[in-house]
């Protein structure tokens, strides 16, 4: 996803998931946050949200966390943390069953198919 002037957006800042954790005790979801910080927020506090349902094999090195959390939601709260996001996911006629993404400062750095069996 990119934005108006055809670059990706930035990646979601400390700045910005902090006031996310903040504007959620102080308001609960109000949607003065973007969904991009508040997945991001969520990633660093313990699970609370159903996982995304989305399937984010398309996921590439180099996307930010505020692409990933548009297009593929929340991760799996309880094997996710602030560097690498873990997702369901499945190709039919394969073993795939999941996805981590990891990240280096808000960009995706490594994607990682997991296969059952």
Known sequence: ???ALG???EPVSGRQWRAAISDYYAFGLSGADSCAATVVA???LPPRFKEGTANPL???AGMTDAQIA???GPPIPWRSGPRCWDYHASKAGTSVDGVRICFRQGVVSE???SMHG
């Open 70 to 72: 548009d297009m593929f």
């Open 58 to 60: 398309s996921a590439i």
């Open 7 to 9: 670059r990706p957006p």
């Open 42 to 44: 969520r990633t660093h």
């Open 111 to 113: 994607v990682q198919r």
């Open 1 to 3: 996803m990119a934005t």
